[in-house]
């Protein structure tokens, strides 16, 4: 099993008691390692300084052996017979003197030499003196070479210490040479002296004196390559120079034992390590205790928690005695059963119910139609038909305007009321689409003989309602469609009953069945919509952009995007020809939203070169009213990698006032995500300014009804002036379309108008004329 896994297996006390125990375990380890790094700090530094001593007294020790030579030698070669002897050539006297007076200082070797360094004389016997001879006389001969005062040298495997003073009467007619074997003692006095111990190797790697025992000794030849004394000893290798008094090709090894300098630090590790190892048992203990306290009354919350999720909210839960957090959660516990089920009908209100009404909001309503549908279906071809009357109130953006929103609610909640009294709940289902949108659900009907109903439905809305002291005469606009007759489905069937209400309310006929015909103004379009679809699904739509100079120094900073469309047959359909209808049937949302995808698509080409791009999309009332238009915004944003910055959504003010509400908070939504809004078409409309300065926009674009006709018209000069001073007084950018020459253009720099587009500058283009054409453009300013 993973360590993952069993992880998630643990409870919470068990967690809690491992979670403890590893964060001390972290902390004793970050210690001990702290204390590790120290003590390794200063036993480098003491075994550094201990080989440092060590090396220092060796060398003291082979200076006073020396001196003890040279005072030897000093004697002997002052001594009154031995000059005598000298002088006589008498070999025995000069071997006597030279072997009492070795005997006295205990040398091991004496010997005479003439002032040519040749052998006449040695105060020991010799076995095999033609083979020793050499040797010391290549010794003297060093020696008297001047610049060392000892001379360390190895003969017949033996190592030697030797020092050689001149004989003078007055000149110099001889040396004196005088040795000590350096022998296993010295290294044990070395050893005694500075803990250090001190071995010497010749060229041949062979020991010749050592102050380890014969276990160390291969490891002593081999150091150097293998490095297998480190493991044991710190060792300083001392390659000698001839400065220091030993031949050529010799070794000194100063060695400290590591485990003899780290052996006190191992016993302050092992107490902390045995301190760590009790406050480790004592720290679990004490965990375990207090988890255990805490996980009790969690699993008895746990166990009433899994009560509440069957839906069991009869039985309160056992009230804690504890007075800290645990047993707040208890008592909070308690708080959330009796109100889980009060939030639980509010929630539902919220998703299926008109708050304001008290209706079935759109979503409960489509479902409702789609379960009398699949009913229906369920019976077989005798299955009874579906109808939808929708109704839309007339004036009733005038009434918000002359009378304030709070009366318009009340004026929809009576609405309401009259819908239920005059439709009988057994036979129609009532619901709130949204704003002054109502709908009735009609059963066992078709459109033909539902009319009665909607009839009634007319002629209740001829009675004026009367609302603190202010009566209101209403009408609406009713549509119906049925289904199989006239859809195939619920989003069709809700499609085409509201595009009867729309025709109806045009027409002012009252009451209007669904017909294919009410589609379109001509039968070319009659399938408009079914071909609009596949104009989507098959790639028949292109992107157009017309741009917008900034007027302070001629630059493309933005551009408008446009649709068109490339029928197969028809050729290039004008954009009268099919937006109108698709704002009538909502297909206006589809089109949308295939702007932004191809435009956020687009944007690295928009934007390469360094010249960044704000691309307008015009959006439609159908859009704000679009509850869920900012999420597929977002979810459109992540899949592009695309900036909100980059986007400016022009709304007219038209599509803001047919429901102010919905669509201001809307805008808001769209204005928290980063998207820049301008208000399209400004002056044609008819909102008020105090309505505008609540809106969260960031540009207003001048009709270019108005900046076409101030060339010639000081009316029309005077609304553009006017509108520049209001936008920027409240801190907004100005954009005037319909630049037609270039004096609409100089009057509106004049004026201070921010950014213009028009066909003085450049109609709307494909994308890539569009890129070329700003390229060349930007050219054109450089030079």
């Not at 375990?288 to 306290?293: G, H, M, S």
């Not at 301008?678 to 105090?690: E, K, R, V």
């Given at each position: 099993?993973?360590?993952?896994?069993?992880?998630a297996?643990?409870?919470?006390?068990?967690?809690?008691?491992?979670?403890?125990?590893?964060?001390?375990?972290?902390?004793?380890?970050?210690?001990?390692?702290v204390?590790?790094?120290?003590?390794?700090?200063?036993?480098?530094?003491?075994?550094?300084?201990?080989?440092?001593?060590?090396?220092?007294?060796?060398?003291?020790?082979?200076?006073?052996?020396?001196?003890?030579?040279?005072?030897g030698?000093?004697?002997?070669?002052?001594?009154?017979?031995?000059?005598?002897?000298?002088?006589?050539?008498d070999?025995?006297?000069?071997?006597?003197?030279?072997?009492?007076?070795?005997?006295?200082?205990?040398?091991n070797?004496?010997?005479?030499?003439?002032?040519?360094?040749?052998?006449?004389a040695?105060?020991?016997?010799?076995?095999?003196?033609?083979?020793?001879?050499p040797?010391?006389?290549?010794?003297?001969?060093?020696?008297?070479?001047?610049?060392?005062?000892y001379?360390?040298?190895?003969?017949?495997?033996?190592?030697?210490?030797?020092?050689?003073?001149?004989?003078?009467?007055?000149?110099?007619?001889?040396?004196?040479?005088?040795?000590?074997?350096?022998?296993?003692?010295?290294?044990?006095?070395?050893?005694?002296?500075?803990?250090?111990?001190?071995?010497?190797?010749?060229?041949?790697?062979?020991?010749?004196?050592?102050?380890?025992?014969?276990?160390?000794?291969?490891?002593?030849?081999?150091?150097?390559?293998?490095?297998?004394?480190t493991?044991?000893?710190?060792?300083?290798?001392?390659?000698?120079?001839?400065?220091?008094?030993?031949?050529?090709?010799?070794?000194?090894?100063?060695?400290r034992?590591?485990?003899?300098?780290v052996?006190?630090?191992?016993?302050?590790?092992?107490?902390?390590?045995?301190?760590?190892?009790?406050?480790?048992?004592?720290?679990?203990v004490?965990?375990?205790?207090?988890?255990?306290?805490?996980?009790?009354?969690?699993?008895?919350?746990?166990?009433?928690?899994?009560?509440?999720?069957?839906?069991?909210?009869?039985?309160?839960?056992?009230?804690?005695?504890?007075?800290?957090e645990?047993?707040?959660?208890?008592?909070?516990?308690?708080?959330?059963?009796?109100?889980?089920?009060?939030?639980?009908?509010?929630?539902?209100?919220?998703?299926?119910?008109?708050?304001?009404?008290?209706?079935?909001?759109?979503?409960?309503?489509?479902?409702?139609?789609?379960?009398?549908?699949?009913?229906?279906?369920?019976?077989?071809?005798?299955?009874?038909?579906?109808t939808?009357?929708?109704?839309?109130?007339?004036?009733?953006?005038?009434?918000?305007?002359?009378?304030?929103?709070?009366?318009?609610?009340?004026?929809?909640?009576?609405?309401?009321?009259?819908?239920?009294?005059?439709?009988?709940?057994?036979?129609?289902?009532?619901?709130?689409?949204?704003?002054?949108?109502?709908a009735?659900?009609?059963?066992?009907?078709?459109?033909?003989?539902?009319?009665?109903?909607?009839?009634?439905?007319?002629?209740?809305?001829?009675?004026?309602?009367?609302?603190?002291?202010?009566?209101?005469?209403?009408?609406?606009?009713?549509?119906?469609?049925?289904?199989?007759?006239?859809?195939?489905?619920?989003?069709?069937?809700?499609?085409?009953?509201?595009?009867?209400?729309?025709?109806?309310?045009?027409?002012?006929?009252?009451?209007?069945?669904?017909?294919?015909?009410?589609?379109?103004?001509?039968?070319?379009?009659?399938?408009l919509?079914?071909?609009?679809?596949?104009?989507?699904?098959?790639?028949?739509?292109?992107l157009?952009?017309?741009?917008?100079?900034?007027?302070?120094?001629?630059?493309?900073?933005?551009?408008?995007?446009?649709?068109?469309?490339?029928?197969?047959?028809?050729?290039?359909?004008?954009?009268?020809?099919?937006?109108?209808?698709?704002?009538?049937?909502?297909?206006?949302?589809?089109?949308?939203?295939?702007?932004?995808?191809e435009?956020?698509?687009?944007?690295?080409?928009?934007?390469?070169?360094?010249?960044?791009?704000?691309?307008?999309?015009?959006?439609?009332?159908?859009?704000?009213?679009?509850?869920?238009?900012?999420?597929?915004?977002?979810?459109?944003?992540?899949?592009?990698?695309a900036?909100?910055?980059?986007?400016?959504?022009?709304?007219?003010e038209?599509?803001?006032?047919?429901?102010?509400?919905?669509?201001?908070?809307?805008?808001?939504?769209?204005?928290?995500?980063?998207?820049?809004?301008?208000?399209?078409?400004?002056?044609?409309?008819?909102?008020?300014?105090?309505?505008?300065?609540?809106l969260?926009?960031?540009?207003?674009?001048?009709?270019?009804?108005?900046v076409?006709?101030?060339?010639?018209?000081?009316?029309?000069?005077?609304?553009?002036?006017?509108?520049?001073?209001?936008?920027?007084?409240?801190?907004?950018?100005?954009?005037?379309?319909?630049?037609?020459?270039?004096?609409?253009?100089?009057?509106?720099?004049?004026?201070?108008?921010?950014?213009?587009?028009?066909?003085?500058?450049?109609?709307?283009?494909?994308?890539?004329?569009?890129?070329?054409?700003?390229?060349?453009?930007?050219?054109?300013?450089?030079?």
């Amino acid at each position: 099993m993973k360590l993952g896994s069993m992880y998630a297996r643990w409870g919470v006390g068990t967690k809690f008691v491992a979670f403890s125990l590893v964060l001390l375990l972290l902390i004793q380890a970050a210690v001990y390692g702290v204390v590790q790094v120290n003590v390794e700090r200063n036993v480098r530094g003491q075994i550094k300084q201990e080989l440092a001593t060590g090396e220092k007294v060796w060398w003291q020790l082979l200076d006073q052996n020396a001196k003890q030579l040279r005072q030897g030698a000093d004697v002997v070669a002052k001594d009154f017979g031995f000059r005598s002897a000298l002088g006589t050539g008498d070999i025995e006297t000069l071997r006597s003197t030279l072997e009492n007076h070795g005997g006295r200082i205990k040398a091991n070797v004496t010997a005479f030499f003439d002032t040519q360094f040749a052998l006449k004389a040695t105060g020991f016997e010799m076995a095999a003196e033609d083979a020793f001879a050499p040797e010391l006389q290549r010794v003297a001969t060093e020696l008297g070479a001047g610049g060392v005062n000892y001379k360390i040298a190895q003969i017949d495997a033996k190592l030697y210490q030797f020092v050689m003073v001149p004989v003078k009467a007055p000149l110099t007619i001889g040396w004196v040479l005088m040795g000590f074997a350096l022998e296993q003692a010295q290294a044990d006095d070395m050893f005694k002296l500075s803990g250090v111990h001190i071995a010497l190797r010749d060229e041949a790697r062979n020991i010749l004196l050592s102050s380890l025992g014969a276990d160390a000794l291969p490891a002593l030849k081999n150091f150097g390559n293998q490095g297998d004394l480190t493991l044991q000893y710190a060792t300083l290798m001392v390659q000698t120079s001839e400065g220091q008094g030993q031949a050529k090709g010799f070794t000194t090894l100063v060695m400290r034992s590591i485990d003899e300098v780290v052996a006190p630090y191992r016993q302050v590790q092992l107490a902390l390590l045995l301190i760590t190892a009790i406050g480790l048992a004592l720290f679990a203990v004490g965990s375990a205790l207090l988890a255990q306290r805490v996980t009790v009354p969690l699993r008895s919350l746990a166990g009433a928690a899994e009560q509440l999720s069957r839906g069991d909210y009869s039985q309160a839960l056992p009230a804690m005695r504890h007075r800290d957090e645990v047993g707040d959660l208890s008592r909070a516990f308690n708080q959330m059963r009796s109100s889980i089920q009060s939030q639980q009908h509010e929630i539902m209100q919220l998703a299926y119910w008109d708050r304001l009404t008290g209706l079935p909001n759109r979503t409960q309503f489509r479902d409702l139609i789609k379960q009398s549908i699949q009913a229906s279906i369920a019976i077989g071809s005798e299955g009874p038909p579906v109808t939808v009357i929708m109704l839309n109130l007339d004036r009733f953006k005038h009434v918000n305007d002359v009378l304030g929103y709070a009366f318009g609610d009340r004026l929809l909640k009576a609405v309401a009321e009259r819908l239920r009294t005059h439709v009988p709940p057994e036979a129609a289902t009532v619901a709130r689409l949204g704003g002054d949108e109502f709908a009735v659900m009609v059963e066992d009907q078709n459109a033909h003989t539902a009319t009665a109903m909607a009839a009634m439905i007319a002629k209740a809305f001829e009675l004026p309602l009367t609302l603190e002291d202010q009566t209101v005469d209403l009408s609406a606009g009713i549509g119906l469609a049925s289904w199989p007759m006239h859809a195939q489905d619920v989003d069709m069937l809700l499609s085409r009953a509201e595009i009867a209400m729309y025709v109806a309310k045009r027409k002012t006929t009252g009451i209007q069945v669904y017909d294919p015909a009410l589609d379109s103004s001509s039968t070319q379009t009659l399938s408009l919509l079914t071909e609009l679809r596949h104009a989507v699904e098959d790639g028949q739509l292109r992107l157009y952009l017309q741009p917008k100079l900034n007027l302070s120094d001629n630059t493309v900073v933005a551009a408008e995007a446009l649709v068109r469309w490339q029928h197969p047959v028809r050729g290039l359909v004008p954009p009268m020809q099919f937006i109108p209808f698709a704002e009538q049937t909502g297909f206006v949302r589809q089109l949308t939203l295939w702007m932004f995808e191809e435009v956020a698509k687009e944007l690295p080409r928009l934007q390469s070169g360094g010249h960044p791009l704000r691309v307008a999309i015009n959006l439609s009332t159908r859009d704000l009213l679009d509850q869920d238009f900012p999420a597929k915004l977002d979810a459109m944003m992540l899949k592009h990698n695309a900036p909100t910055s980059a986007f400016c959504l022009e709304i007219t003010e038209s599509a803001i006032m047919d429901d102010p509400q919905r669509a201001e908070a809307t805008l808001n939504r769209l204005s928290e995500r980063g998207f820049k809004l301008s208000i399209d078409d400004f002056g044609t409309g008819y909102s008020s300014l105090a309505y505008l300065k609540r809106l969260p926009v960031n540009e207003l674009k001048i009709d270019k009804s108005f900046v076409m006709g101030m060339e010639k018209d000081e009316s029309d000069a005077k609304i553009v002036r006017s509108t520049i001073d209001l936008a920027h007084n409240l801190g907004l950018s100005v954009v005037a379309e319909g630049v037609e020459n270039q004096a609409i253009l100089d009057k509106l720099v004049e004026l201070q108008c921010d950014e213009a587009q028009g066909y003085y500058m450049s109609k709307p283009i494909p994308l890539p004329e569009f890129i070329a054409w700003r390229t060349k453009h930007q050219s054109t300013q450089a030079t």
